[in-house]
């Protein structure tokens, strides 16, 4: 089986933009990527591919397959599911709170399709036995609509429900779960740049000494 990581990096991550500076939101996303890379690899995963439009935003060091494509997120990732003959697991790249077990826990099941959903009725993971077969439909309730072409499909269908699978980090108030249950690089970069505040409500950031402001 494989993994394959659509992946943008030049001016990345636009809502962070209140809270982190162009250079430091490009310096973030790639972090968040090694440590998904990091735990596909800890899940034995190593066929790893990174969808993305320039190859000069992945690190060279990484030990993946970087495959250039057009624009557009799902022209891309159905262009290339058709170059595919194996399960195959789609991960965003902003998803650093998730972990190996995870990982091993998604490929476990015996549905044709596992979903795991994102905030707001977005789709963070797909992990498809048969991708050839599957269109993927990204942006507004992608969730709902992955659900609907998996059943239009006759297909069997599990939906993994997990607070930290299914936390993206695409709002500056995301942080705070990232500076909670977090462990990798991109924790320690959020570390560097903000504390938690915790008082009647919710957590909330604030900066460290070195900046400026309350979040």
């Known amino acids: 089986m494989r993994a394959?990581?659509?992946y943008k990096k030049e001016n990345a991550k636009s809502r962070l933009a209140p809270v982190?500076?162009?250079?430091?939101?490009?310096?973030?996303?790639?972090?968040?990527?090694?440590?998904?890379?990091?735990?596909?690899?800890?899940?034995g995963i190593t066929k790893i591919d990174i969808l993305t439009t320039s190859?000069?935003?992945?690190?060279?060091?990484?030990?993946?397959?970087?495959?250039?494509?057009?624009p557009g997120l799902n022209v891309s990732i159905n262009a290339y599911l058709q170059t595919v003959d194996?399960?195959?697991?789609?991960?965003?790249?902003?998803?650093?709170l998730v972990k190996s077990s995870h990982i091993k826990r998604i490929i476990s099941f015996p549905e044709d399709v596992v979903?795991?959903?994102?905030?707001?009725?977005?789709?963070?993971?797909?992990?498809?036995?048969q991708p050839k077969e599957f269109t993927v439909r990204y942006h507004d309730c992608s969730f709902l609509s992955h659900c609907d072409i998996t059943k239009d499909l006759g297909k069997s269908i599990h939906v993994f429900d997990s607070l930290l699978a299914s936390t993206d980090i695409d709002e500056p108030h995301d942080i705070v779960e990232l500076l909670i249950y977090g462990e990798g690089l991109s924790k320690q970069y959020a570390?560097?740049?903000?504390?938690?505040?915790?008082?009647?409500?919710?957590?909330?950031?604030s900066a460290n000494s070195k900046l400026s402001g309350f979040i």
């Open 191 to 205: 570390e560097k740049r903000f504390c938690t505040e915790t008082g009647k409500g919710r957590v909330k950031i």
């Open 20 to 43: 982190l500076s162009k250079e430091e939101r490009e310096d973030f996303v790639e972090l968040m990527l090694r440590d998904v890379v990091d735990s596909l690899l800890c899940a």
């Open 55 to 70: 190859s000069e935003g992945v690190p060279d060091d990484l030990d993946v397959n970087v495959v250039v494509t057009e």
């Open 4 to 6: 394959v990581i659509p």
């Open 115 to 129: 979903i795991v959903p994102g905030k707001g009725g977005g789709t963070n993971i797909l992990f498809l036995s």
């Open 86 to 96: 194996e399960p195959t697991m789609i991960i965003m790249a902003d998803l650093p």
